[in-house]
Nanobody, 129 residues
């Protein structure tokens, strides 16, 4: 199983980026997906998650209203659309997968990085002020 994140870059505050995470070697639709980020000197933190079918999503309070997670199971890809970016959004962004996530109860664990089985390599997002 491999996850390949892309789409990071340098953007000015207020700008937008769309991150992508492509999965291979796995039946993508069997996995719930999450995005996490890690800034220098800080712990990895939850950003957003989506269930297998794409019908349930969860967001960190710090990004709610500015970020949208979505998925295309036919393309085995999950996306993170980020708008109104702030300097504090600067971090390496990681995608991760956990099998069997569909119900609202299953979604509750998706904020915990320890519950994920597979991680991508990360993509750097830098927001300048």
């Amino acid at each position: 199983v491999q996850l390949q994140a892309s789409g990071g870059g340098l953007v000015q505050a207020g700008g937008s980026l769309r991150l992508s995470c492509a999965a291979s070697g796995v039946t993508f639709s069997n996995y719930g997906m999450g995005w996490f980020r890690q800034a220098p000197g800080k712990e990895r933190e939850f950003v957003a998650a989506i269930n297998r079918s794409g019908t349930r999503t969860s967001y960190a309070d710090s990004v709610k209203g500015r970020v949208t997670i979505s998925r295309d199971n036919a393309k085995s890809t999950v996306y993170l659309q980020m708008n109104s970016l702030r300097p504090e959004d600067t971090a390496i962004y990681y995608c991760a997968a956990r099998p069997g996530v569909e119900s609202s109860l299953a979604m509750e664990v998706m904020t915990d990085a320890r519950k994920y089985n597979v991680w991508g390599q990360g993509t750097q997002v830098t927001v300048s002020s």
